[in-house]
């Protein structure tokens, strides 16, 4: 048996766990791990500047290719604590990715110990196993039960936590002979998959509704292929956007309060019948439930059996992985269709294809400064169908979703239960890491943006080129149009007259200067007519000296983007003028029907 110590066996086992990328940021507790690491080789590294977008760029990592796990690393104390915000982005996403963090010396952990917090008690919450590990013999078992933690039922975030003694300590393990375990998933039975269809056959006008789920299961394909066979149209989560693409036949659009297309909504409302698969009924996807559920029967898929009733009561529900039951629903389908026994939906089909083609928002302005609706549809034309996109939470994100386009899984990268500020630039660099020659581009409001700005430099150092489409009003946006209902504008106005940057009038943060300053390149853009040569420049930037790229659209001030005021997906308020002529929306999927 080969000896070696208890860091070392963790790190050979991330190998053969597959992991050959981590981010983290070393320190004095979790130095004998960084010794390890360095030692053995394969894992390559990232420096962040901070530990919480270390975890974020793991996050970005996982989300980027089926089978990812990222990895981030940081010492005792803080380290743990600012990873706390990834753990929960990841836990509420179904995104695995692993934490491991130093700790004080076993003997003084109780006794208040330079940065000794019991990180374990504070992460379980967040995590689906978050553990100190105080006998090095069990630093192998624990990196295997993670793995496979990770990769089983619903997939999450898990957070290990090894005491610097731990580390150091020499213990028996062959790593030669070491097998990750085996991977649990409920898997759906025959007869539930044909009940499930017998009472989508039943229905008059039936939808899918997919989620992120979908995705992680790597099961977009199948998906398509059932709704193909039954003629069934498609609403994608936003977590599960890309699953097919936007123009395809069967793609309704999406439903929501706020991340919802306006042919989306109408669709849904239109329906008698709804399978869920892989998606968690999220209350901004579905609004007031009496509203949402009226009028029509659901079927629920999900891998979590606790998760099926927990929003609302579905007909029918199934526990299994979505790649599982997807198997199942294409078999009883193809053999359905074989002998004829499948309703004819064209119909159906067609009429939301005809709502996609008349209900539809304005995108082409020419005001200045900018309106933002002007910048999607300038990124719609620069960003082609492989552009990976990345965002986390603000008005700029609600708006790339109703005006943006996406056509593959994994090419709408977002954090959508937490939604943490700063989440997109380390997510942003994760994204990139994984798919080096893939178009990365990244889509913030100028908090946001202003969050975890340093992580920029992360991209200068590294060599990690990605685009930063930041639209600038100056403000809290989101949060300024939610006091509308509280008739205040109180402590959202991020204006101020910067002395060093005069030219900027009250824009305030120069972030031109200070992307620069990082390492990165930028350009700033004040007029629309400028904005595709400076996203087609933003493109050869990166290229040409592999960093980070912004491109600051400076906005007008306010902009009231469309969504409910009243909770109630049956009554998303247009703030804006819609589209009534092509020329409003020249970069829509359907050239608009007048």
């Known amino acids: 048996m080969a000896r070696m110590t208890a860091a070392r066996a963790a790190v050979e086992i991330l190998k053969r766990e597959g992991v050959s990328n981590a981010f983290g940021v070393p320190g004095a507790a979790i130095n004998p791990f960084y010794a390890a690491l360095k030692a053995s080789g394969g894992i390559n590294h990232t420096l962040a500047r901070h530990v919480e977008g270390a975890s974020h760029m793991a996050e970005g990592y996982t989300r980027t290719h089926a089978g990812n796990i990222g990895v981030c690393i940081g010492t005792s104390g803080p380290a743990g604590t600012d990873m706390i915000t990834g753990l929960y982005s990841a ?30 008690s504070i992460a379980k919450p967040v995590t689906k196993m978050a553990v100190t590990v105080l006998e090095a013999a069990q630093v192998p078992g624990v990196f295997q039960q993670a793995f496979h933690l990770m990769r089983s039922g619903r997939p999450g975030p898990v957070l290990i936590d090894l005491p610097i003694d731990v580390q150091l300590t020499e213990i028996e393990f062959d790593p030669e002979t070491y097998a990750p375990l085996p991977v649990y998933k ?8 044909e009940k499930a269809i017998g009472m989508l056959n039943a229905s008059e006008r039936p939808l899918i509704v997919a989620g992120g789920g979908v995705i992680n299961a790597d099961a977009a394909e199948l998906l398509v292929e059932f709704a193909e066979l039954t003629g069934t149209p498609v609403v994608p989560t936003l977590m599960g ?29 239109e329906s008698d019948f709804v399978l869920g698969i892989g998606n968690r009924w999220a209350n901004r996807h579905t609004g007031k439930l009496d509203v949402y559920t009226a009028g029509r029967k659901f079927v629920h898929v999900d891998i979590e059996p606790t998760q099926i009733g927990k929003i ?29 026994r499948l309703p004819d939906r064209s119909a159906w089909a067609a009429s939301a294809q005809e709502r996609k083609a008349t209900l539809q928002r304005r995108t082409h302005f020419d005001d200045i400064p900018i309106k933002p609706q002007r910048v999607y549809e300038e990124m719609n034309k620069a960003f082609g169908p492989e552009t990976r996109y ?38 942003a660099l994760g994204v990139a890491k994984a798919d080096p020659e893939a178009q990365v581009v990244a889509l913030s409001g100028d908090y946001d943006f ?49 002395i060093n940057s005069p030219e900027l009038g009250v824009y305030g943060v120069d972030h031109v200067k200070v992307a620069e300053g990082l390492g990165c390149k930028a350009i700033r853009v004040t007029d629309p007519a400028d904005l595709g040569a400076a996203l087609e420049q933003a493109k050869k930037l990166a290229q040409e000296y592999r960093v980070p790229v912004v491109v600051e659209a400076i906005l007008e001030r306010i902009t009231n983007i469309s969504m409910s005021t009243t909770n109630d997906i049956s009554n998303v308020v247009e703030f804006e003028e819609i589209a009534t002529e092509p020329g409003h929306a020249p970069t829509s ?6």
């Open 91 to 120: 836990i509420g996403d179904s995104i695995p990715i692993l934490c491991i963090t130093g700790q004080a010396p076993t003997a003084v952990i109780h006794k208040e110990d330079f940065q000794a917090v019991d990180i374990a």
């Open 450 to 498: 202003q969050f975890m700005i340093e992580e920029l430099a992360v991209g200068a150092q590294h060599r990690i080129p990605y685009v930063h489409v930041l639209v600038n009003n100056s403000y809290l946006g989101l949060i300024r149009q939610a006091q509308r209902a509280f008739e205040i504008d109180f402590q959202v106005n991020l204006e101020f007259e910067n």
């Open 390 to 427: 990345v965002s986390t939470i603000g008005l700029s994100q609600i708006a790339g979703a109703q005006m943006l386009h996406v056509f593959k899984p994994r090419h709408w990268i977002n954090c959508g239960q937490a939604g943490p500020l700063g989440w997109t630039v380390p997510a």
């Open 241 to 269: 956007w890309g699953l097919l693409p936007d123009d395809h036949e069967l793609n309704a659009g999406m439903v929501g309060l706020q991340t919802s297309h306006r042919y989306g909504n109408a669709t849904f409302l």
């Open 312 to 340: 609302f009561a579905p007909d029918y529900g199934i526990a299994s992985d979505a790649k599982a039951a997807l198997e199942l629903f294409v078999e009883v389908a193809r053999e359905l269709k074989a002998a004829g």
């Open 186 to 193: 409920p898997a759906a039975t025959r007869a539930q998959v």
């Open 589 to 594: 999927i359907r050239t608009l029907k007048v």
